[in-house]
């Protein structure tokens, strides 16, 4: 499978809203609602931030949100603070043989 | 706690044999299929393979069919990553994460693989 398409990097200043998108296919993200986001700090392991598109783990902040229209999902956050600066990657399910792939990855920075 | 535990740093030579493991406990072990996540340095993420520890069913991503074997033994509730002959390119973060709801909801610490001469 080909990593899905996300933007190398995208920036907001505190209190404003970013949103990353994460495109695929029809055997991907668009096939199946099992999009999921994560979060990873430089040196850290990734952090579950969203699953099965829209749904926030516990612990998650509200600020957190997910979508998606077709091949492509999105991440939203909103009211960006300090901490939120990381490296996002999402990941689908990608059908027959339970496997899965991941994005490219999007530097978020807050400004 | 729920919580996976992987082995440490590693530093091996070309051509030498590898084995990484992750151990799982907080939770039911053979319940949760572990996967396996490459990192190459300042890259991004890469799934590799993952295993139902119960019946140790295996997947392997195609970029990584018959590179690596993932392996897990129950009776100790750890997962295994292996390479029987180690190249410069395996140079990488490897991670353990368990699966639930169709993403990896839990990760190990990540196991540094530094292949050199």
Redesign the interface.
Known sequence: ?S?LTQPPSASGSPGQSVTISCTGTSSDVGG?N?V?W?Q?HPGK????MI??VT?R?SGVPDRFSGSKSGNTASLTVSGLQAEDEA?Y?C?S?AGS?????????TKVTVL | EVQLVQSGVEVKKPGESLKISCRASGYTFTSY?I?W?RQMPGK????M??ISPGDSNT?Y??SFQGQVTISADKSITTAYLQWSSLKASDNAMY?C?RR??????I????TMVTVSS
Do not use: H
Request: glycine share 16%; proline share 6%.
């Open positions: 499978q990593a199946y099992y999921s994560y990873q392991a990734p952090k579950l699953y099965e749904k783990p490296d990657y990941n399910y043989s339970n496997l899965g792939v991941f994005g490219t990855g | 299929w996967g996540v991004g993420l890469e799934w393979g993952i997947r991503s195609p991670y994460a639930n709801f169709w993403a990896f909801d990760w190990g610490q990540g």
